[in-house]
Antibody
């Protein structure tokens, strides 16, 4: 069974940092591109970043470029999102997702990041 | 960036009704469009990919069509468990974008 379990969210002050993790199991992790998507409270879905299966290429939405870094460890079947210089508008549930068939095939349950003083 | 506009934003329908949601892209995206269902407090779930291919395990009452700039998601006979918000998504080019969502209520 495919499983994606996010962790690492929490309450952080503006300007702070967090590292989100996504533990993957039940599929050949190293063969798949992966993604982070976020959803602010009561709002729609916003794509954040993608990373290639071998980790050598990544893509970001403009609003997080230079502040967020997506990475992966295929040996540990884990995906990460390092988020720095946090702003109030980064408050959201962050989901990791498997990319396949030109779609986001499977999603984790999400982890909540709250940016507030 | 490619903008996706869903209509309507809110829809109220009865069990058994045929429901259609439209997603319009600001430029052509071939068939690089997916549809997701999200229930409150849950993660999104993939329904349709490549504009018209039904994801494994999704009931056959869901269908998708379209190419280029206009796409539709149809539920042929609405069921109570279909109460959710539906999003379209384009993966033709970066940045990946989503429509604003259509909230579907059961009367």
């Amino acid at each position: 069974e495919v499983q994606l379990v996010e962790s690492g969210g929490g309450l952080v002050q503006p300007g702070g940092s967090l590292r989100l993790s996504c533990a993957a199991s039940g599929f050949a992790f190293s063969n798949y591109w992966m993604s982070w998507v976020r959803q602010a409270p009561g709002k729609g879905l916003e794509w954040v970043a993608n990373i290639k299966d071998d980790g050598r290429e990544s893509f970001y939405v403009d609003s997080v470029k230079g502040r967020f870094t997506i990475s992966r460890d295929n040996a540990k079947t884990s995906l990460y999102l390092q988020i720095n210089s946090l702003r109030a508008e980064d408050t959201a549930v962050y989901y990791c997702a498997i990319i396949g068939g030109r779609s986001f095939q499977h999603w984790g349950q999400g982890t909540l990041v709250t940016v507030s003083s | 960036d490619i903008q996706l506009t869903q209509s309507p934003s809110f829809l109220s329908a009865s069990v058994g009704d045929r429901v259609t949601i439209t997603c319009r892209a600001s430029q052509g995206i071939s068939t690089y469009l997916a549809w997701y269902q999200q229930k409150p407090g849950k993660a999104p779930k993939l329904l349709i990919y490549a504009a018209s291919t039904l994801q494994n395990g999704v009931p056959s009452r869901f269908s998708g069509s379209g190419s280029g700039t206009e796409f539709t998601l149809t539920i042929s006979s609405l069921q109570p468990e279909d109460c959710a918000t539906y999003y379209c998504q384009q993966l033709n080019s970066y940045p990946v974008t989503f429509g604003q969502g259509t909230r579907l209520e059961i009367k």
